[in-house]
């Protein structure tokens, strides 16, 4: 394995003609998490591995994976996808630094988005398609109805190009949403966020039974169908298996994944690696056959050695099947008279949650034909762990009997199904 120069630490070769994958090569020096933050560049442009090859001696690291878009591919800007996954490589003259000293990535300013402006059908959705084209990530949302039909939005942002601080970014930016929202929009401001960005980061506290019945890790055994996903879905999602091995290889642990594929899988299962401070020295993702996925991952302690601890592989485990069975929590629940739909997903340590919800969310409501009263995001903290949790409160004011279970189990397998990639 070689150190690559700057032009080809990342290197992506397009499919040759319509429907052929696209493969994504990166050879780099090696840092616990690599993959995971890679995946997770990949799935928020819109692109899903078919396959992929994790190899590192320990210092460099090499990855090949293939991947297909899952929205219009026309609108992929691939030399922005390379920069942003050349941003999370290590370069040579700094392996050294980030391999004797604790990693401290540097803060992105937070920008806040405000704008004034009449509602109509599909707004929330348009918004969220605009931010998503011009690569700037929502990190939190207030959004408002007022009872003359007017709408205010607070979108706490970031910048994935990290040029939001000069006036053509901005100007840019401004006049997309200016141009979207067209006669509706009464005012469009952009600008650094204060301290109110810290007020709208926290969730206030949920009711003891809307907590359990989001957190739960149980929640796709219940009998009582709260997670209201189809009976075929739950026979899929059941049917997976881990397995343990330390005999194979004498410096690694195999772990053997079987389970049903879905939108983000390899980024779900490197995430809990990850936060668990594993490494994975090899690993192969196999291509999808019936709607199932095998994963062969030969991984390591953060200090080289094998998981050899029962509590600690049946804690890693049972942590990983949970992310399998269900790395997005959909509940529909009443907030006093309105009705209220709510996802959760968990947090990685790093503070990164899962990209693309609130878009994928706002497009099934769209679909259906939903309108959104009011929404937001925030931060919550429940069973040891941080979540990220997305609140619509719904307009009753549409095709849908929102008080039906039947209307409530439809909107929660659309968003569920759009949220898996089913």
Same mark, same amino acid.
């Given at each position: 394995m070689r150190a690559p120069g700057s032009e080809d630490t990342v290197m992506i070769e397009l499919g040759k003609k319509l429907g052929d994958a696209h493969v994504i090569t990166?050879?780099?020096?090696? !840092? /616990?998490?690599? #993959?995971?933050?890679?995946?997770?560049?990949?799935?928020?442009?819109?692109?899903?591995?078919? !396959?992929?090859?994790?190899? /590192?001696?320990?210092?460099?690291?090499?990855?090949?994976?293939?991947?297909?878009?899952?929205? &219009?591919?026309?609108?992929?800007?691939?030399?922005?996808?390379?920069?942003?996954?050349?941003?999370?490589?290590?370069?040579?003259?700094?392996?050294?630094?980030?391999?004797?000293?604790?990693?401290?990535?540097?803060?992105?300013?937070?920008?806040?988005? $405000?704008?004034?402006?009449? &509602?109509?059908?599909?707004?929330?959705?348009?918004?969220?398609?605009?931010?998503?084209?011009?690569?700037?990530?929502?990190?939190?949302? !207030?959004?408002?109805? /007022?009872?003359?039909?007017?709408?205010?939005?607070?979108?706490?942002?970031?910048?994935?190009?990290?040029?939001?601080?000069?006036? !053509?970014?901005?100007?840019?930016?401004?006049? $997309?949403?200016?141009?979207?929202?067209?006669?509706? #929009?009464?005012? #469009?401001?952009?600008?650094?966020?204060?301290?109110?960005?810290?007020?709208?980061?926290?969730?206030?506290?949920?009711?003891?039974?809307?907590?359990?019945?989001?957190?739960?890790?149980?929640q796709l055994t219940d009998e009582d169908n709260r997670v209201q996903l189809l009976t075929d879905d739950m026979i899929k999602l059941k049917d997976s298996a881990i397995a343990v091995d330390n005999c194979l290889s004498p410096a690694h642990t195999l772990l053997q994944i079987r389970c049903v594929d879905h939108r983000g899988l390899l980024y779900d299962v490197l995430r809990t690696l990850k936060d668990f401070e594993t490494k994975m020295c090899y690993g192969r993702f196999s291509p999808q056959t019936q709607g199932h996925r095998d994963l062969d991952l030969f991984i390591q302690l953060k200090d080289g050695n094998k998981i050899v601890d029962p509590d600690k592989q049946n804690s890693l485990c049972s942590r990983l099947k949970a992310e399998m069975l269900h790395p997005l929590r959909v509940i529909i629940t009443n907030r006093g008279p309105d009705t209220e739909l709510m996802v959760a997903n968990p947090v990685e340590l790093s503070g990164k949650g899962r990209p693309r919800v609130f878009y994928d969310v706002n497009l099934s409501l769209k679909v259906l034909g939903i309108c959104v009263f009011s929404a937001e995001i925030r931060r919550y903290t429940a069973s040891d762990r941080e979540w990220e949790v997305y609140r619509f409160l719904l307009d009753d004011n549409c095709m849908f009997q929102l008080g039906s279970a039947s209307a409530r189990n439809e909107i929660v397998n659309k968003v569920r199904r759009t949220l898996m990639g089913w």
């Open positions: 990166v050879n780099c020096p090696d !840092k /616990t998490g690599l #993959c995971c933050d890679v995946c997770r560049i990949i799935l928020d442009f819109g692109l899903y591995i078919t !396959k992929g090859d994790v190899t /590192t001696d320990g210092v460099w690291c090499y990855i090949v994976l293939w991947v297909v878009p899952y929205y &219009d591919s026309l609108r992929l800007r691939w030399s922005h996808l390379k920069n942003q996954l050349v941003s999370v490589c290590p370069s040579c003259s700094t392996y050294f630094v980030l391999d004797l000293m604790p990693s401290c990535p540097a803060s992105t300013p937070v920008y806040l988005l $405000k704008f004034f402006c009449l &509602d109509r059908n599909g707004l929330l959705q348009d918004v969220t398609r605009v931010l998503t084209e011009l690569e700037l990530s929502i990190q939190t949302v !207030k959004v408002t109805t /007022t009872p003359d039909g007017r709408v205010m939005d607070l979108f706490f942002i970031t910048d994935n190009m990290d040029l939001l601080h000069t006036e !053509k970014r901005q100007e840019d930016t401004r006049g $997309k949403f200016r141009s979207v929202l067209g006669e509706s #929009c009464i005012s #469009c401001e952009l600008q650094l966020a204060g301290p109110e960005y810290d007020c709208h980061q926290n969730i206030p506290s949920l009711s003891p039974a809307v907590a359990e019945e989001l957190f739960s890790s149980e």
